[in-house]
């Protein structure tokens, strides 16, 4: 398994460009999500989605949108970078069924530079 | 709203016990998770804790008393490769949303 696969790694846009963060898992969890952590700030939660066809919004939504059309897949779209969206973005999912402890697997991140 | 507080910073000795402390204060509570994040990395799992007590987990234990908000992560035999920032998370349910706390780095010195 490769687990929580983030692309790209790295990434500088200028102000006003638009972007997808690729996010994939391969353990058929239901629930991923997607944080962005800055200095000094936490790990804060954008945009989550509880299963294929489903998503909802996290603390920090603005300027974010995503879709869940697979199990697999849950890309993060940046309608258009602003300098404030510099941050590292993280993908993460879990399972939701009743006998496990719900931990969530993160992917490796992408460092998003806007200029 | 939600609300988790731990220190920013520790630091402690090789082969020493260190304890992190954290208090939350959130609407809905099903459980408290601790992560472990070294510099440049993703977070990575270290512990959940459900009902009121101690889990321990090798050189790793994690406390949680939900009548009072408080969890505890502690650390035994400290090693240098230890040296990180911990950072815990209140699942707050609707899905499996987490709240984290703003981390605490842990430097272990010898």
């Known amino acids: 398994n490769a687990g929580v696969t983030q692309t790209p790694k790295f990434q500088v846009l200028k102000t006003g460009q638009s972007m997808t963060l690729q996010c994939a898992q391969d353990m058929n969890h239901e629930y991923m999500s997607w944080y962005r952590q800055d200095p000094g700030m936490g790990l804060r939660l954008i945009h989550y989605?509880?299963?294929?066809?489903?998503?909802d919004q996290g603390e920090v939504p603005n300027g974010y949108n995503v879709s869940r059309s697979t199990t697999e897949d849950f890309p993060l779209r940046l309608l258009s970078a602003a300098p404030s969206q510099t941050s590292v973005y993280f993908c993460a999912s879990s399972t939701t069924r009743r006998d496990t402890t719900y931990e969530q697997y993160f992917g490796p991140g992408t460092r998003l530079t806007v200029t | 709203g939600q609300n988790i507080d731990q220190p920013t910073e520790m630091t402690a000795t090789e082969g020493a016990i260190v304890q992190i402390n954290c208090t939350y204060q959130?609407?809905?509570?099903?459980?408290l998770f601790w992560y472990q994040q070294h510099a440049g990395e993703a977070p990575t799992f270290l512990s959940y804790n459900v009902l009121d007590g101690l889990e321990e987990k090798g050189r790793f234990s994690s406390f949680l008393s939900r009548s009072k908000g408080y969890s505890y992560l502690l650390l035994k035999e400290l090693q240098m490769k230890d040296s990180a920032s911990y950072l815990c998370a209140a699942y707050t349910g609707g899905g499996n949303k987490l709240t984290f706390g703003t981390g605490t780095q842990l430097k272990v010195e010898l």
């Open positions: 989605s509880v299963g294929a066809g489903i998503t």
């Open positions: 959130t609407s809905g509570f099903n459980g």
